[in-house]
């Protein structure tokens, strides 16, 4: 019989892909601790109505949705920020602001399998509720920052591209564009990337074709590098709302140079993000190679939790995930080494000794040693060997001669080293024995 597998972009956490999978949870949990930031959790399964049209079209047509016993339409989370908006929305009035939350959770998306993308994998949610300001905005990315860099990343392995979207609107609008055409304008910038001069098609088949002129004027935005070159092609126009976005753009970079982040972040228009609720600054991690999909995405969606039925409430978060920083830590030798060797390894005699040896490993391990014994009665020779490929830093023999005198032996597993200890001593010997190791 053919055995059962996992559904294709579902993993198996085997104990040591756990292991590497816990490193980087923890990781992210202290960043997001150190920035004051506190942990929630949500239900996976959600009505299917609170992605729809809120998210976009690319995450709509991945949903994993079904209809429920009791009829209702209903979908795996395919992102947490609908769900953590509905439930900040709900509870706005009694939350201290500016709300800062974080959550590690698992998400499902039916993508077509590549590498870096799964169907089911786990993101870093980080989002303040409450700040209109840029402030927030260098809390999330000095955060983001501090989310990799914990690994031992560093600024040659990644860096983030940071763009707005309200200054792409305001930009086409000031070049005479429409709110539609600048839309139509966007999904080709959005595709410019990959597909070049191409990812205009969609564009001129809704809209007609774009002035030369007009376009060259598009893409001069896409070579912005730094806030001089912003503030050079601003220059000319004269808009209150341009001159606002570009106050708050120095807001954002003089307080990341004041905390010595700039080597990490870039000016790039070029990432404007496909999710639909985006409304100001949106920005994305990458690795600096360029092999990897993004590590992260975030942005401001000062919309999104009225209209999931809150208040007014302007909101700006990211994500991380699992999958695409797994793999950048794996390439840069970064990933720990998987270690599951106990403190300590019993060597029992026989059956007259176990009990014995059971009332110092219950009382061992309740002071929080990892202990170990054999379940079944070996030789003395094989509990050696055992102990030794344990890796345990030492063993404590339960043999009848010495319990006879009331004493066990620690053997130090590295030199092999002997010495005999009173029963009501083990405890103290071991705490001392391995707080020197
Ligand atoms: P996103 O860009 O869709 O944003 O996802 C954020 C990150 O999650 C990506 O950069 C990627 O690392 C990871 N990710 C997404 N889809 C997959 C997949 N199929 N397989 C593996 N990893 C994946 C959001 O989800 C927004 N809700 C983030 C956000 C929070 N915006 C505001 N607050």
Redesign the pocket.
Known sequence: MAGFQSLPGFRDFYPEEFSRRQHIFRVWRQAASAFGFQEYDAPVLEPLELYKTKSGDEIEAQLFSFTDKGGREVALRP???PTVCRMVGAKAGALKRPIKWFSVAEFY?Y?RAQK????A?N?F?A?IFGEAGPEAEIELIALLIQCLSSFGLTKDDFYIRLSDRDLWFFYLEALGFTDAQSRGILVAIDRFEKMGEDAFKGYVEMHGEVAAEMKDKVLAFLQIKSLADLEAVLAPFKSDKLATRLSDWRKVLSGLSAMKLSEFVAVDFGVVRG?AYYTGFVF?AFDRKGDL???????R?NDLVKKLGGPDLPAV?????D??TGLLLEQRGLTPHFVTAPDIYAVIGGEAERNAAFADIQALRASGWRVEYPFKELAFGKQFKAAAESGAKLALIYGGDELAKGVVKIRDMTDRSEREVARDQVLASVRDFLSGH
């Open positions: 992102e947490m920020t998306r993508e870096g993308r799964l169907r994998f993101q949610n989002d999710l994305e999909r993004a590590l992260a995405g975030g942005g969606y978060g990211f994500a991380i995930g999958v695409t």
